[in-house]
């Protein structure tokens, strides 16, 4: 989590790209937490180790997919 705004938003960093996404799923989350983003909405708080799997999955599927 890159900032927590006002109104139930906060901004995220993904792979150098800055989102804005909603906090009203969950909205115990500080800046720093690692977090699971569907569709706009923070669903949930993850490990870093998981994180970071994630990202290499995706990063993965990119690849594959070029």
């Excluded at 989590?1 to 109104?7: C, F, G, H, I, Y």
């Excluded at 180790?49 to 997919?65: P, V």
């Amino acid at each position: 989590m890159a900032e927590v705004k006002e109104n139930s938003r906060a901004e995220i960093e993904v792979a150098g790209t800055r989102r804005e996404v909603s906090l009203q799923l969950l909205a115990e989350v500080e800046v720093g937490d690692w977090v699971l983003v569907n569709l706009g909405f923070v669903v949930t708080k993850i490990g870093e180790d998981e994180a970071r799997k994630i990202m290499h999955l995706y990063q993965e599927i990119a690849e594959a997919n070029n």
